[in-house]
């Protein structure tokens, strides 16, 4: 079940995914409320896991990862148990940024990052095409990033306009 958010908590989530660092008092003033219910409200939205948790977001050229790709995996069998193995292997491999399972002839995305093409090489030889079940694997190299925007695109007119429709 979805969670009923008014407008305000709406601000309080774009201001918040905007900057995570921010004060409890410059947050409220931003949203329009005083401290004492922004911070409930942070912290309601906190409980209900709608706010999942809060990090830094890192540049990775600047700490030496130059190779962003995505590997397209098949599996053999896409029985339950062998998902959840295959999901359970991409857990441990710390290239792996982000997995998603597909519908359709692809079983799994993974975003990778790695130093190197090399490091990223080794890791689809001696890691991905080697587990267990992996029918096959499809590479592709980041050219450049277009658009680096994380979270969720945050609209307080569109919640005002869904929650008018109700």
């Known amino acids: 079940m979805r969670a009923r958010l008014d407008a305000i908590d709406w601000r309080i989530l774009k201001e918040l995914q905007a900057n995570g660092r921010i004060t409890n008092v ?3 003033e931003k949203v329009g409320i005083s401290p004492p219910p922004c911070l409930r409200r942070v912290r309601v939205l906190e409980q209900a896991g709608i706010i999942s948790g809060y990090f830094a977001l890192l540049d990775e050229k600047a700490l030496g990862f130059e190779v962003i790709a995505f590997a397209m995996v098949t599996l053999h ?15 441990a491999w710390p290239l792996v940024r982000e997995c998603f399972m597909l519908s359709g002839e692809t079983d799994f995305i993974l975003k990778c990052l790695a130093p ?9 030889i ?4 080697s587990a267990p079940n992996v029918a096959g694997v499809k590479t592709t190299l980041v050219i450049r990033r277009v658009k680096n925007e994380p979270g969720v695109p945050v609209d307080v007119d569109q919640a005002k306009r869904k929650r008018n429709r109700q």
Do not use: G
Not at 126 to 129: G, I, K, M, S, Y
């Open 26 to 28: 410059e947050l409220a």
């Open 77 to 91: 069998s896409q029985s339950e148990a062998d998902l959840r193995a295959f999901e359970n292997r991409v857990l």
């Open 116 to 124: 190197d093409l090399t490091a990223f090489q080794d890791f689809i």
């Open 126 to 129: 001696e890691e991905l095409t």
